[in-house]
């Protein structure tokens, strides 16, 4: 089994700022990209961010200059920096990793989901 658990999400004004963890668990060999999305009320769910094993980083247009996505591959963990946050980055985020299991056959696998909610 392997499991995705988030963490860092919560209320804060706008201009604020917040740190998304999410730590990965499990039978795990080794993981490949990992990344984070959101949804929000209404809408579809979207890539916020993603990172390679290597370190190479993509960002949606909406967070660019913004958002900072980091690894720590000891620890099987990616981050999300959230600076200068904005009422419409409201949405629950989640993590996402393409995962090579112990035993298994490679997937992604997703976080449950952590709220950020940005409003004065």
């Known amino acids: 089994q392997v499991r995705l658990v988030e963490s860092g999400g919560g209320l804060v004004q706008p201009g604020g700022s917040l740190r998304l963890s999410c730590a990965a668990s499990?039978?795990?060999?080794?993981?490949?990209?990992m990344g984070w999305y959101r949804q929000a009320p209404g809408k579809q769910r979207e890539l916020v961010a993603s990172?390679?094993?290597?370190?190479?980083?993509n960002y949606a247009d909406s967070v660019k200059g913004r958002f900072t996505i980091s690894r720590d591959n000891a620890k099987d963990t990616v981050y999300l920096q959230m600076d200068s946050l904005k009422p419409e980055d409201t949405a629950v985020y989640y993590c996402?990793?393409?995962?090579?299991?112990?035993?298994?056959?490679?997937?992604?696998?997703w976080g449950q989901g952590t709220q950020v909610t940005v409003s004065s």
């Open positions: 996402n990793a393409n995962i090579m299991r112990l035993y298994g056959p490679t997937g992604d696998y």
């Open positions: 499990g039978s795990i060999f080794r993981i490949n990209a």
């Open positions: 990172i390679t094993r290597g370190g190479s980083t």
